[in-house]
C-alpha cells in the first residue's frame, strides 16, 4: 500500500465523484436537451429537481448555456468539472500527470463549447476525455488504494445520481455491488451503519422510488475521512 | 532546430494539458497562467558549459562555506572581510538558525544562479537564489515534448539529456536523508508554484505533503498516513519560506508550517532542503561581497564575475549611484521576483529625485548596477523570427558532492527592449541545450 495521508484520500475520493458527476450528469443532461428541443421546453424544471438544484434560469436557452458553462454558478457541469481539476492537480504525484492531463483537456472542451455554435458536439469530447482519463488510471496509477479510493468516489456518486433520476432498481443493485467490492478492497474506515441500511433497501425492494432520500443520506456517510479543519 | 518552430503551438497546447502553469495574485484573486514556452532553446557548448559548470561549483560551495561560517563562527566578519550590518540587518539571518549544523553540513541543497550573457559574450551573475529557486520542471517537460516534436534535431544534435534533474534531486535528497522517507512540502495548490511541487514528487517518488500531513513529537517529523500509521521523515524538502515553516519559531500565526519543525531539524532528526536561513547569503546586499567571499575560503579567483554593482552602504559608492541615477538599475534588497527593481532611466526626473531621497535616508536597502546589456536570444514570434533579451537560470545540486544540471531554465522577456523575464511580470520561457561535443 502507498504511503497515503488523510487528506489525500479525501481528494482522490472527490475526484473520482466530481469526475462522475460530470459524465452522468452530462448523459442525463443530453436526454433533457433532446426533450427540450421540440417536446417539452420545460423539462429542464423537473430535471434541476432531480438533482436538488433550485431553478434559477430564465428559460431554455438560458439553462442550457449556464447550466452547462456558467463558472460562476456553483452548480453548472464546467465549475463541477474544475473541482474535479483542483482535486487532480492536488494528487499529481498519486494519479500521473498523464492521468490529470486529461481532466485538463475535459476542462480545455468545455471551454471550446462555450464558444461553439454547436456546444453538444463538443461535449462529445467530454465524454471522451473522461473514459480516457479511467483507463489512464488504470494503466498509470501504481498504488491498488490510490485506484480503488477513486473508484469507489465514482461509484459512490454514480448510484446517488442513478437514484435521483430513478434509474431502474435492477441498474442500482448492479452499481451497488461494484460499490460493496470496491469499499472491501479500500481498507478504509467505513459507517458500517450506513452499508448496512443501503444493504437492506438496495438488495431487498424493487421499488427504490420510496426510499431515495435515505439512499443518498446514507452514500454521503459511508466513506469516513476526516478532512483538516480549514478544508471544512 | 528550426523545425521546432513549427510545432510552437502544439508544444504549448501540450504544455498546458500536462497543466505547465505558474499561479499569480491579481487583486487579491488567484490565476493560473500558462508560461509561455519558445521552442528554439538557447544552446550552451561543451566548453562554455564546462566553464559555467566550474565557476558555478567554485560559487555555490563559497557559499556553503559562508552560511556554514556565518551561523558558526563568523570568522568572516571577525576579520573584517564583510561588514556586520550586512549580515545582522538582513531579513534573511535567521537568529535560531545559529549553531545547527545541518547533514552533511549542507545548507544550499539546490541552488538556482541567475547569470545574463553581455553582448561581449561574458557571462555575469546577477542573483544567487538559495531558498527555495523554482523553475527546473519547465525545461525538463517542455525537453520530453520538443523530443517528440522533431526527434530529427536530436538526432542530430549532440544534446545532453535534462530529463534526470528528478533523479539528482533524489540523490540528493537521500544524500542528507537521517533515516525516513522523503517528503517534498507545499503550502498547496494556491501557490505560484505548485505546478513544480506536484512535478517534482511524481519525478522524484517522494511522497508529496501538505503542512497538515506532518507533524513533530520528540523532536521527530512524522507523515501522518490515513491508516492512521506514522512514517518518519528523514528529509523535507520544504517549498515553504522560512518565515512560514514554523509558527512555533517564526511567524507565530503561519497556517502553513510545521510547529516544532525546527526543534527536529535542531535535535539533527530530519534534513531540511533547503536549509532556513539561507535568506542572509542570497540577500542582494551580501551579493555584492560573493568575489570577495570566493577569494577569502577556497583562495581562488572568482571564474564567475558579478554583473558591475554599488553598495550605497559605502560613501563612495553613494556618491557615484546618487549621481549616475539615470543610467543605473537600483535594486530593493528584501524584494524578489522582478519586484522592486526600478531602471533610472525610466524614471521621471521627480521619481528619481524620491529614489535619491529613499537611498539617503536608507542606503542599507538598495544595491546599484550597471545595466548589463544582455545578449539577446532568437524567439519565434507570430511565424517568424526576432530577438529578445534572455536570463539563465542555473540549477547546481548539493548533496555529498555539487553536481551542476545540464541544462537550465532561459526566461526571456516578450516585448522587445524589455529586460523583465520573469515569469510572474509576464516572461516566457525556453530550453537550454548543453551539447555533449
Redesign the interface.
Known sequence: MGIISIKSTDNLFWLGRYVERVFTTLKMFSECYDVLIDVDENAYVAFLQKLGIPNTYAYKADFITNFLFDENNPNSVLSTLLCAYDNAVMMRNEISSETMSYIQLAVNAMQRGKESSAPMLKLQEVFDCIFAFWGSADDYVESETTRNILKFGRSVERLDLYTRFSQPAALIRKEFSILLNRLYKVGVDCNLSAVDTLMKIILEKDDLEADKAIIQTELSRLFVTTPPDYYA | MYRLIDHKEEINRLL????VKFGIYKNNEFHERLFPFDPIPRILTKNEFAFLEKGLRQRVHTLNLFLNDIYGKKQILKDGVLPEDFVYLSKGFLPPCENIAPPERVYNHISGIDLVQGKDMAWYVLEDNLRIPSGASYPMIARDLCRRAAPDTFETNAVTDNRDYGKLLKRVLDDVNVGG?DVILTPG?YNSA??EH??L??QTGA????P??LFVEGNVLY?????GER?RVGTVYRRISDEYIDPMTFLPDS?LGVPHLLDAYRAGNVAVVNAPGNGVADDKGIYYFVPEMIRYYLGEEPILQNAPTYLPYYETDRAYVLEHLERLVVKDVSEAGGYGVVFGSDLTKDERQKLAEAIRENPRRFIAQEVVDFRELTVAEGGSVTTRKADLRAFVLYGKEITVWKSGLTRYAREAGSYVVNSSQGGGFKDTWVLSR
Open positions: 498546458s494539458r500536462y497543466g522517507i495548490r505548485f505546478f506536484s512535478y514528487a511524481e511522497v508529496f505533503a501538505m497538515q500531513d507523515y501522518s498516513e490515513y491508516s512514517r497556517l
